[in-house]
T-cell receptor
Framework: KQEVTQIPAALSVPEGENLVLNCSFT??????LQWFRQDPGKGLTSLLL?????REQTSGRLNASLDKSSGRSTLYIAASQPGDSATYLC???????????FGGGTRLMVKP | NAGVTQTPKFRILKIGQSMTLQCAQD?????MYWYRQDPGMGLKLIYY???????DKGEVPNGYNVSRSTTEDFPLRLELAAPSQTSVYFC??????????????FGPGTRLTVL
């Protein structure tokens, strides 16, 4: 059974710092990996989706990398801003391809 | 487009009561999903549907029922509510399944408390 873990569970950084969020998964035979952002009291917004054949995806100040062989993905946020404060979740499809398995999320706070 | 809408936003139920959480999407998506999110945890799939008239169980289906009579709507029914069903419920939709490049779009959630 696929398990997805995100460490740390919470992170607080000063504004302007570059930071890395980690996501690990136990079954490396994934088809893709998605990173989501969740604001307090809101639903999830998809940030980046990396196909298994890709090594990384970029969107603005966000860069997500994928290393299937080691079962890891990282989300790099450059020049962090207070508006980046949110919970970030990663998710991968299960083997049957009928659902996403989510990590527990990393709650990020960027202090002005 | 309104995207994915959910009603109600908040609800308090007594143990043993029943209710239906409504979900609708206007993007003509075939796939729809119901998740629950417990505090500090990721999302767990309750039920999903690949099209009108077709539903299937997810990871945590016990205590819930769904129906999909139209492409747009995917209601979630709670029968005999229990405190363990206190959670935030999210509905999502996507054009194709999780193996594709299509992202899932999420509704704002329904916060349910069972006392």
């Amino acid at each position: 059974k696929q398990e997805v873990t995100q460490i740390p569970a919470a992170l607080s950084v000063p504004e302007g710092e570059n930071l890395v969020l980690n996501c690990s998964f136990t079954d490396s035979a994934i088809y893709n990996l998605q990173w989501f952002r969740q604001d307090p009291g809101k639903g999830l917004t998809s940030l980046l989706l990396i196909q298994s054949s890709q090594r990384e995806q970029t969107s603005g100040r966000l860069n997500a990398s994928l290393d299937k062989s080691s079962g890891r993905s990282t989300l790099y946020i450059a020049a962090s801003q207070p508006g980046d404060s949110a919970t970030y979740l990663c998710a991968v499809p299960n083997n049957a391809g009928n659902m996403l398995t989510f990590g527990g999320g990393t709650r990020l706070m960027v202090k002005p | 487009n309104a995207g994915v809408t959910q009603t109600p936003k908040f609800r308090i139920l007594k143990i043993g009561q029943s209710m239906t959480l409504q979900c609708a999407q206007d993007m003509n998506h075939n796939y729809m999903y119901w998740y629950r999110q417990d505090p500090g945890m990721g999302l767990k799939l309750i039920y999903y549907s690949v099209g009108a008239g077709i539903t299937d169980k997810g990871e945590v289906p016990n205590g819930y029922n769904v129906s999909r009579s139209t492409t747009e709507d995917f209601p979630l029914r709670l029968e005999l509510a229990a405190p363990s069903q206190t959670s935030v419920y999210f509905c999502a939709s996507s054009r194709t399944g999780v193996y594709s490049y299509n992202e899932q779009f999420f509704g704002p959630g329904t916060r349910l408390t069972v006392l």
